[in-house]
């Protein structure tokens, strides 16, 4: 059986949405989605379903696909794509535009993250925020980034040295009224006070 068939698992649904005018007019494969699902699904040990976007760089199309992923039961709602400096990159205004909280602590770590590999971090301007009783983040746009983003980074013995922005997530996720997420360690650890944790079950 596997653990995402276990029945104690809440079932969670996501919504993935990456934000590129040249991939959604098809004249390249877009990459975000694919890295997004296939890193959730190693993260997580819940089922999950999955509400998957490919829109272009316009600020109302992305704040409507936010609202209506919402709208539809998504928990967590991750981006990737239109967070630069650039004039067609309005991920963030679209974000922000559909906000009740801002969040803006895992915009300071995808920053200190992202400063470890390359100067121009300080040009992102990914933004997290919550609507009703989601919880939505802009991540890079590159597949790598995304990875190191959401896990983290390791030293060459798997110890720690950063912590990567999932694993405050699900913890976020419990006090805003969404499903228990359960993620595996391996990938990446979250983190709950002691009072958050519910009992292992097998």
Not at 161 to 175: K, M
Request: charged share 20%.
């Amino acid at each position: 059986m596997k653990s995402s068939d276990i029945p104690h698992l809440d079932a969670i649904r996501i919504g993935i949405v990456s934000i590129s005018d040249r991939a959604a007019a098809g004249v390249y494969q877009d990459q975000g989605l694919p890295a997004l699902q296939s890193w959730l699904t190693l993260a997580l040990k819940n089922a999950i379903t999955f509400e998957a976007r490919l829109i272009p760089d316009e600020q109302d199309i992305i704040s409507a696909t936010l609202i209506d992923l919402v709208n539809a039961g998504c928990a967590l709602v991750l981006t990737t794509g239109g967070t630069g400096p650039a004039l067609r990159d309005v991920t963030p205004e679209a974000t922000l535009a559909v906000a009740h909280k801002e969040m803006p602590g895992f915009g300071e770590q995808m920053r200190q993250i992202s400063l470890r590999f390359v100067p121009t971090a300080i040009l992102s301007r990914q933004v997290a925020v919550i609507r009703d009783k989601s919880l939505i983040i802009n991540l890079p746009g590159q597949p790598k980034a995304i990875a190191e983003t959401l896990e983290g980074l390791r030293d060459t013995d798997g110890k720690s040295l950063v912590n990567g922005i999932f694993s405050a997530v699900p913890y976020c996720v419990d006090l805003i009224g969404g499903p228990y997420m359960e993620c595996n360690d391996a990938v990446c650890k979250a983190f709950r006070p002691k009072s958050a944790l519910r009992p292992a079950r097998v």
